[in-house]
């Protein structure tokens, strides 16, 4: 079973920025940030293939955040930036074979195999 493992998480003020990192014991899938606030559901934020070649994110993110992947050490970044108090949420990593476009996987938390146990962003 692949573990994957988030760091950089923690508190900063709006318009601010926080990078976050997935060590993954093994990987060669699909990795993904996905992200919950109190009361809400999980939401999708970003994705991204094991190559690097193809990246999606959710709207809500888009021209904020970047996802990249260091496939040499099989860790995922998640560069967020402009922050704002509604980025706020527990921040999970993801990994899992790709059943679907990227898109897809995003919109679909139960098609990802593997998660982290998370990293709180808050945003004040």
């Known amino acids: 079973q692949v573990q994957l493992v988030e760091s950089g998480g923690g508190s900063v003020q709006a318009g601010g920025s926080l990078r976050l990192s997935c060590a993954a014991s093994?990987?060669?899938?699909?990795m993904g940030w996905f992200r919950q606030a109190p009361g809400k559901e999980r939401e999708g934020v970003a994705s991204?293939?094991?190559?690097?070649?193809?990246?999606t994110y959710a709207d809500s993110v888009r021209g904020r955040f970047t996802i990249s992947i260091d496939n040499t050490k099989a860790i995922a970044y998640l560069q967020m930036s402009s922050l704002k108090p509604e980025d706020t949420a527990m921040y999970f990593c993801?990994?899992?074979?790709?059943?679907?476009?990227?898109?897809?996987?995003?919109?679909?938390?139960?098609?990802?195999?593997?998660w982290g146990q998370g990293t709180q962003v808050t945003v004040s």
């Open positions: 093994i990987s060669r899938w699909c």
């Open positions: 991204i293939d094991f190559y690097g070649d193809a990246i």
């Open positions: 993801a990994s899992g074979p790709p059943t679907g476009t990227l898109a897809t996987m995003l919109r679909k938390p139960q098609l990802w195999l593997n």
